[in-house]
């Protein structure tokens, strides 16, 4: 299983997840928040912070862990279509990626804002979500 976890309530977080979605022809993703029960349960047994929401993460056949512009990367490959065209960033070495991906992190709220609590998916949407 492919899944990947992002914050929640942060806006530009939640249209880029709905974009995966557009693309994901193949139904191959899914997703949960990091402030879901499944999310906290996985950064847990990830031993990574839970409180920390600043980074996007993509596990790959259920065993392959990405963080920061390399999950970025490996989501891109999965899709169809435009998002390709971003896989031109691959050419940079990952600390140069992962500096660009960790200044926009700490700046997104400001940038695009936040909601006050997590998206809940459509019905529609609903079996792409982990809960």
């Known amino acids: 299983m492919n899944i ?15 974009q995966i979605i557009k693309y994901d022809k193949g139904n191959k993703i899914r997703f949960s928040s ?3 029960d499944f999310g906290i349960k996985t950064l ?5 912070d839970e409180n920390d929401l ?3 993460i993509f596990i790959k056949n259920s065993n392959e862990v990405y963080t920061e512009s390399t999950a970025v990367l490996e989501i891109i490959k999965m899709l169809d279509g435009f998002p390709k065209f971003f896989l031109f960033f691959g050419i ?6 992962d500096f660009f991906y960790k200044k926009f992190s700490k700046n997104r709220y400001k940038l695009f804002g936040k909601k006050e609590s997590c998206m809940i998916p459509t019905l529609a949407l609903k ?3 982990i809960e």
Request: charged share 20%.
């Open 4 to 18: 990947v976890l992002f914050d929640g309530v942060c806006n530009f977080c939640n249209a880029t997840i709905l």
């Open 34 to 36: 990091l402030q879901s």
């Open 44 to 48: 847990k047994s990830l031993k990574m």
């Open 54 to 56: 600043n980074t996007l």
């Open 92 to 97: 940079f070495p990952r600390r140069v990626t």
């Open 127 to 129: 079996e792409k979500f």
